[in-house]
């Protein structure tokens, strides 16, 4: 399994963007880059994934880097509701979905 | 479309009662997972299903038994509940293009 390599915990004003990065230096050739987030006392949601390429969303970009060693998921104008606790994980096909402790962001007013 | 549905939502057992929780998602997934959260931490892995008809273990199987009964539905079993088992246990479905959560069962064990 790949292993990520997150920050334990970030903060940011609201209405700011946020950036928060992941490594994943073992990851495969094959395996896209998911992106989940997990808000208080619910169950964790999908945010965005990608391969390659730069990704965007209504949620969120996702920028990965050129050697797919590292990702970087950007909020671009962070809100309360953004509170929560962010894990990216590579995901390949067929193969165990597994989450390291993510990154838990807090939202400042 | 109802997602994915887990039920119970909330179950209190006696050290050494059985139980099964159940999952269902109507997406038509191949892959389906089950997770436990304890409180404060991240989620990890109990027994994955990559498509109908087989099962793999986690990072934590000990303990649980799975069933794939079919496309559909993804049953997780304790036989013999322990404390350490008193968890948040979440299922989840996948297609590719993100995985779908069930709401959760939040379970106890006495």
């Known amino acids: 399994d790949a292993k990520t390599t997150q920050p334990n915990s970030m903060e940011s004003n609201e209405e700011e963007p946020v950036h928060l990065p992941c490594n994943h230096s073992t990851i495969s050739g094959t395996d896209y880059i998911h992106w989940y987030r997990q808000l208080p006392s619910q169950g964790p949601e999908y945010v965005i994934h990608g391969l390659t390429s730069n990704v965007n969303n209504r949620m969120a970009s996702l920028a990965i880097a050129e050697d797919r060693k590292s990702s970087t998921l950007i909020l671009h104008r962070a809100t309360l509701r953004d509170a929560a606790v962010y894990y990216c994980?590579?995901?390949?096909?067929?193969?165990?979905?597994?989450f390291g402790q993510g990154t838990r962001l807090t939202i400042n007013p | 479309n109802a997602g994915v549905t887990q039920t119970p939502k909330f179950q209190v057992l006696k050290t050494g009662q059985s139980m099964t929780l159940q999952c269902a998602q109507d997406?038509?997934?191949?892959?389906m997972y089950w997770y436990r959260q304890d409180p404060g931490m991240g989620l990890r892995l109990i027994y994955y299903?990559?498509?109908?008809?087989?099962?793999d273990k986690g990072e934590v199987p000990n303990g649980y038994n799975v069933s794939r009964l079919n496309k559909r539905e993804f049953s997780l079993r304790l036989e013999s509940a322990a404390p350490s088992q008193t968890s948040v246990y979440f299922c989840a479905s996948n297609q590719g293009r993100g995985a779908y959560f069930g709401p959760g069962t939040r379970l106890t064990v006495t």
């Open positions: 997406m038509n997934h191949n892959s």
């Open positions: 994980t590579p995901w390949g096909g067929a193969q165990k979905l597994v």
């Open positions: 299903s990559a498509s109908e008809g087989t099962t």
